[in-house]
């Protein structure tokens, strides 16, 4: 079963853009991830928060979490072209006994 | 410093068949995590082996089982095949149970 639901499910902009796409899931959670993937490829760890973080930032990516809504949204400032890909959220929890969840991921196309 | 290697990236069985896909953790990982991903959908949690044992098992029969090496190399073996096991399967690594996962680029199995 997928705990983590991403919205959108595809999202085409133009390169310079700012992209935002979020993650809801189901039960409480210990810790979200987000995760790249190029076309079939394998996933690529972008960023982690725990369940008493509100906000993280790396680099380019800003990542929010509110436990009370039980949703994360991922931000991608000034997109750039290889930022095409597909991005999953993945939560761990007690109930999964700490297996990661996954969601059925956003499809991020930027346009040049 | 070599990150997680599958072996083979591709391969096609026909039904009623066995595979064994292999994979290799990053230097320093003695976890690896097993998952079954198909087309358009986000990963499922096959299972997790730590120290040669199976220590987590998602919903899978048992027609898919592994196996850990004392290296922390592991197997994935899938005894007769169905057409519904055709996916990209990916390996995971991690230096224990929680936190960031470390993927290859997977095994993707078509079965005719």
């Known amino acids: 079963s997928q705990q983590g639901e991403e919205d959108p499910q595809a999202l085409s902009i133009q390169e310079g853009e700012n992209a935002t796409m979020n993650c809801s899931y189901k039960?409480?959670?210990?810790?979200l991830q987000w995760y790249r993937q190029n076309s079939g490829r394998g996933l690529v760890h972008l960023i982690l928060?725990?369940?008493n973080e509100r906000e993280k930032h790396s680099g380019r990516l800003r990542v929010t979490l509110d436990t009370s809504k039980k949703s994360s949204s991922l931000l991608i400032t000034a997109s750039r072209a290889a930022d095409t890909a597909s991005y999953f959220c993945?939560?761990?929890?007690?109930?999964?006994?700490?297996?990661?969840?996954w969601g059925a991921g956003t499809k991020l196309i930027i346009k040049p | 410093d070599a990150g997680v290697t599958q072996s083979p990236t591709h391969l096609i069985k026909t039904r009623g068949q066995q595979v064994t896909l292999r994979c290799s953790p990053k230097?320093?990982?003695?976890?690896v995590s097993w998952y079954q991903q198909a087309l358009g959908q986000g990963p499922q949690f096959i299972f997790q082996?730590?120290?040669?044992?199976?220590?987590q098992r998602g919903n899978f029969p048992d027609r898919f089982s592994g196996h850990q090496f004392p290296n922390y190399s592991s197997e994935l073996n899938v005894n007769a095949l169905l057409l519904g096991d055709s996916a990209l399967y990916l390996c995971?690594?991690?230096?224990?149970?929680?936190?960031?996962?470390?993927f290859g680029e997977g095994s993707r199995l078509t079965v005719l």
């Open positions: 993945a939560t761990d929890s007690m109930d999964s006994n700490y297996q990661l969840i």
């Open positions: 039960t409480s959670i210990n810790n």
């Open positions: 928060i725990r369940s």
């Open positions: 230097s320093g990982h003695d976890t």
């Open positions: 082996y730590y120290e040669e044992e199976e220590r």
């Open positions: 995971a690594s991690s230096p224990g149970n929680t936190g960031e996962l470390f």
